[in-house]
């Protein structure tokens, strides 16, 4: 999991903004996938990507989308329409439907907080 | 859609004993279940993972155990040590379609020296 990277660490959300949070990964993984934490709580799936140029929406899409151009990048706008967007933020990747591999692998996450 | 529930949330043992944490899920079609462990502030590691066509799994004092019939799924750590205390989530995902993973709500394990 080494080979995932968030960028930034902490980030910090005006009211009516929209942020954007970074996902890049070099392990040449086809699947890569957003998912939200709250404090106390399992992960909760945002979108996922198969595939370059293809995302689906997860169980908490409302509010937030996704790209997917490049391989190795998905980042994750949090729009204004998110009206609780306190959260840690964590991308995954895995091998995908090609590769055979389901086991995801995590980038260290981004803490959003709002101002 | 796949629901994964969890139990205990948590769960204190002294250092040396076993801990045990349980799964369920409701989807048939789940096949593959991994176990994470996560520390405060940090990502999620996966610390053992188990396919549909396998009953256990071991790695040195970790082991999971699947029950397809029941659909639950078991994690077993042996001698515990302080620094097993995380919490650990467990989850499962289909072959096909969403092939992304449901988890569960963890359970925060604390090892007593």
């Known amino acids: 999991d080494g080979g995932i990277t968030q960028s930034p660490k902490y980030l910090f959300r005006k009211e009516g903004q929209n942020v954007t949070l970074s996902c890049e990964q070099n392990?040449?993984?086809?699947?890569m996938y957003w998912y939200r934490q709250d404090p106390g709580q399992g992960l909760r799936l945002i979108y996922y990507s198969q595939i370059v140029n293809d995302f689906q929406k997860g169980d908490i899409a409302e509010g937030y989308s996704v790209s997917r151009e490049k391989k190795e990048s998905f980042p994750l706008t949090v729009t204004s329409a998110q009206k609780n967007p306190t959260a840690f933020y964590l991308c995954?990747?895995?091998?995908?439907?090609?590769?055979?591999?389901?086991?995801?692998?995590f980038g260290p996450g981004t803490r959003l907080l709002v101002l | 859609g796949e629901n994964v529930e969890q139990h205990p949330s948590t769960l204190s043992v002294q250092e040396g004993d076993s801990a045990v944490i349980k799964c369920t899920y409701s989807?048939?079609?789940?096949?593959?279940f991994p176990w994470y462990k996560q520390e405060l502030g940090k990502r999620p590691q996966l610390i053992i993972d188990?396919?549909?066509?396998?009953g256990e799994k071991k790695d040195q004092r970790i082991a999971v155990t699947l029950n397809k019939t029941a659909k639950h799924f078991s994690l077993h750590i042996t001698e515990t040590q302080p620094e097993d205390s995380a919490v650990y989530f467990c989850a499962a995902s289909m072959g096909t379609g969403r092939r992304a993973l449901t988890f569960g709500s963890g359970t925060r394990l604390q090892v007593q020296p």
């Open positions: 995954a990747s895995s091998r995908g439907l090609a590769g055979g591999g389901e086991t995801q692998y």
């Open positions: 188990i396919r549909s066509n396998v």
């Open positions: 989807d048939s079609a789940s096949n593959y």
């Open positions: 392990l040449n993984h086809d699947a």
